[in-house]
Structure formats: C-alpha cells, structure tokens
C-alpha cells in the first residue's frame, strides 16, 4: 500500500522510479487494520457544515446517490462533471532543494501532485505528502493560469492539507462537497487530477465505489477511506474523486499495486484498488486548518496494539490495548502509563478494542482530562491525565522503538 508520499519527480527519479515507490505492503495487511486514528463520522454534522460555510465552502444539501433522477450509468454526466470542473481542480506544483541545487536560492521542482479549490479566496485542499517536502509551490487553474500559493496549515495524521492562492486579482470557482456518508457501494466515481506531472492535467478517469470504511494502514498510521476501482496514478493525489452530481466526495490519497506472493514466491500484482478520504471526514479537519491555520488532535501519545479474546485466554491477561510505546512528555508519560500496561477501562468505558478507545476520543478536544484504567502487575492501577495534541507528540523513548518486532507491523496502531 503507498499513498505516493513520492510523489512524480522530476529531478532524479525517472523511468520505473515511480513504480517502485508504489510497491508497499500486502494487500492482506488491510484485514489487520482494526482501528480509525482520527475523528471521523462522529463530527461531521450540522456543526461542520456551519463552520464550513463561514469559510466560503459550499456543501451540498441533496447527495446525488438519494436523488432518484440521476441516472448513475449515464456517460452525459461525466462529461458534465469533467467540463464544470476544470476551473476547480489544480496541479501543484512543488519546489524545494534537490542534490544538485542545495546550496542554491532558487528551488528546482521534485514532485508534484492535485487539489481542489474549496473557496473563492483561493483555498486549496490537497494531501499533505504532496507538500511535505516542499519550500515553494505553484497552482496551475485550467491548465494555464500559474500562481504562487503558500500552504495555511495541515493535519499529518489525516493526510490533508491548506494552500492559498497568492497575488491573484480574482474570485475563483470552488467545488462543491457532498456527503460521503450517504455513499452506496456500486455508485458510479469520478476521479480528476493530474497523473503523472502537468502534461496530464485534468486527467478524467471513472470506476465505481468498491467499498466503504476500508481501514488502511499506512506509515503505521490507519483510517477509513472509500475503496474505488477508478484509475489512480503518482500525481493524482489530492486530487477530487466526485459522485455524477459534480460533488466532491473523496480525496484520492493512495492505491495498492501489490497483492503478496504466490505459492513460487513470485509477486502477485494488484488492479483497481484505490482510496480516497471521504470528504465528511476531511470537512472538519479542513474548515479548521482555514479559520486557524493548524488541526489540534486530541491524544494521550501512545503505540500499541489490541489483545483480542483469544490472545487474552491464552495468557490469562485481560482484553484490551497493550502500550507498545509512550512518547516522551506527553499526557501519558506524565500520567505514568508504561510500555507493557493494558488499557482496560477509559472514563468507565470498557476498552476492548481499537475502536473502543477511537470512539472516547473522536468526542473529546486538547484539554479535556480523562480516566483511565490499566491492567499492572496483575492488578488494575487508576490514573487521569490531561489530552495533548497529538502532532506535538512526534517522540518515541528510544528503548521501546527498538523493541518493535516484525510480527507487530502488520498490527501496529499509531498514534494516540
């Protein structure tokens, strides 16, 4: 699984570069993901929505999936959809020091990637592996109008991220969001961006939905994205996947084109797999990274791993999650959580799962304080800590990252 974090460069990496990048994780690594790393569902509603609108985002009030007069398999939409959005999806382009350049002023280009415009001001909302690497950035509007862009803010957990247009004398055309929520398997999917670099901007590609609340994992990090069988390549991430109502309902962010082996050992490849954050997920994320510039995650800065029923019988320890490690100063170092203790009980909650401690969370903000119960020593120990945000906790003790073994990858939850 890759979700392009290389993104196409122009630099060095040319040829099969690319190809080699997207060769990740096996397919059957999904089945082990148990567990959504930040606020999903749960918050988007009428409150996003009104903040959302504050900021010039528009979101659609009728999903065209419960309109009974969309004809989903007519091609006559996707032509409409692909004219309405050539004003509204953008190339990024992305500059920063490469070898060769380093100690020069200017920036040669290393990678590129899509995004969308959310507002008439200029906000673009793209992934943020497309610009993590980035120093400067272009947007290209229509495939001709280039324009400096600066990035607002972003969110590393979720993958998004916020540019600005820059010394653009102009309003310019935001798309509209849909309700991803309200998506049905097998709805056509509409998928626009710029595979590849520029020369292949606004590129249209069209599968279906394959599947809902996928749980991917990904640099040990896991959410719930939308499966589609819509074409994906390098550069298209960021980009919009839309419904035939011309909604954006996705943010394409990776796909898989490794299954595993077969039984000589050879790789076994995959097709049309691909997933995009759906976007009533990313609305919250988004809206408050415009009005403030940054994401706060609640988060008590902790890896570990669940201890399903059949692992607690086996060793006669209670189910739930098994600290792996905890991050220097964070609400749960200070607490005095340590590597080893179970986490059996979270504000009278029983915690028997991953998605257990996600629920507790994705209702909490940075501040709030909480209980939690551990399972120590053969006894049950009480403490209370403080949530921190969690991209202010990016530190691991050294010790318990070398503790990690091969077999914890594919169960490996981080963070929170």
Known sequence: MDDFRNE????????????????????????????????????????????ANKVGIQVGTTNVSNNSG???????????????????????????????FSNSLQYAQIGSGSGF??????????????IEEGKSFKVTVNSEEVYDA????????????????????????????GDSNSVKVGELAIAIGSPLGSALN????????????????????????IQTDAAINPGNSGGPLLNTGGQVIGINTMKSTFAGYDSY????SADGISFAIPISDALPVITEIIQTGKYQRPGIGISYYPIDSETSN??????????????????????????????????????????????????????????????????NVDTELTLGDLSQMSSTTESTRQNRTQDDSNRWTWPF
């Open 8 to 51: 196409y460069k122009k630099n060095s990496r040319k040829g099969n570069g690319w190809v080699i990048a997207l060769t990740c994780f096996s397919i059957l690594a999904l089945i082990f993901s148990t567990v959504a790393l930040y606020r999903s569902n749960q918050i988007v509603g009428n409150n996003a929505e009104t903040s």
């Open 70 to 100: 969309a004809a989903i398999t007519d091609t006559s939409s996707v032509v409409g959809v692909a004219d309405t959005m050539k004003n509204k999806v953008v190339y990024i382009g992305v500059y920063g020091n490469s070898s060769s």
């Open 117 to 130: 415009i959310v507002s008439s001001e200029g906000y673009v909302v793209t992934n943020y592996h497309v």
């Open 150 to 177: 600066s990035v607002i803010g972003y969110d590393s957990y979720s993958d998004l991220a916020v540019l600005k247009i820059e010394g653009a004398n102009k309003q310019f055309e935001p798309v509209v969001l």
């Open 202 to 225: 606004n590129s249209v590609t069209v599968g279906y939905i394959s599947a809902k609340d996928r749980e991917i994992t990904s640099n040990s990090h896991t959410t719930k994205m």
């Open 265 to 268: 050992g050879n790789a076994v």
């Open 314 to 379: 086996k060793n006669n320890i209670p189910q739930g999650l098994l600290i792996k490690s905890v991050n220097n100063d964070s609400p749960a170092s200070k607490a005095g959580l340590k590597v080893d203790d179970i986490i059996v009980n979270v504000d009278g909650t029983e915690i028997k799962s991953s998605a257990d401690l996600n629920n507790i969370l994705s209702n909490k903000k940075v501040g709030d304080k909480i209980k939690i119960t551990v399972y120590r020593n053969n006894k």
